[in-house]
């Protein structure tokens, strides 16, 4: 089995920063694409940001120029840095990778979610 341990959430005040790590740990052979995903009250899960494991990267348009997103490939590690923040950045964030074990299959897993609130 393969787990996904994130860290990093909080409460933040408007035009602050976090910054989010999840690390990846278990029958991992291999890692192709680390994202984030966040999930608002009433509101479906949407991606926030992925990275390839060849470090080709996706945004969300809402958080282009704000957010950064990074990964260790020796560490099995994805970050999250979050720059100017916003309130309708509040939410529950995920992280989500897709890992080769050693069956030689392919399998997405998700982290158990860390709450980012941004408010004043």
């Known amino acids: 089995q393969v787990q996904l341990v994130e860290s990093g959430g909080g409460l933040v005040q408007p035009g602050g920063s976090l910054r989010l790590s999840c690390a990846a740990s278990?029958?991992?052979?291999?890692?192709?694409?680390m994202g984030w995903y966040r999930q608002a009250p009433g509101k479906q899960r949407e991606l926030v940001a992925q990275?390839?494991?060849?470090?080709?990267?996706t945004y969300e348009d809402s958080v282009k120029g704000r957010f950064a997103i990074s990964r260790d490939n020796a560490k099995n590690t994805v970050s999250l840095q979050m720059n100017t923040l916003k309130p309708e950045d509040t939410a529950v964030y995920y992280c989500?990778?897709?890992?080769?074990?050693?069956?030689?299959?392919?399998?997405?897993?998700w982290g158990q979610g860390t709450q980012v609130t941004v408010s004043s």
């Open positions: 989500n990778a897709e890992v080769l074990m050693s069956t030689m299959l392919w399998n997405t897993y």
């Open positions: 278990g029958d991992i052979l291999n890692i192709n694409t």
């Open positions: 990275i390839t494991s060849l470090g080709t990267t």
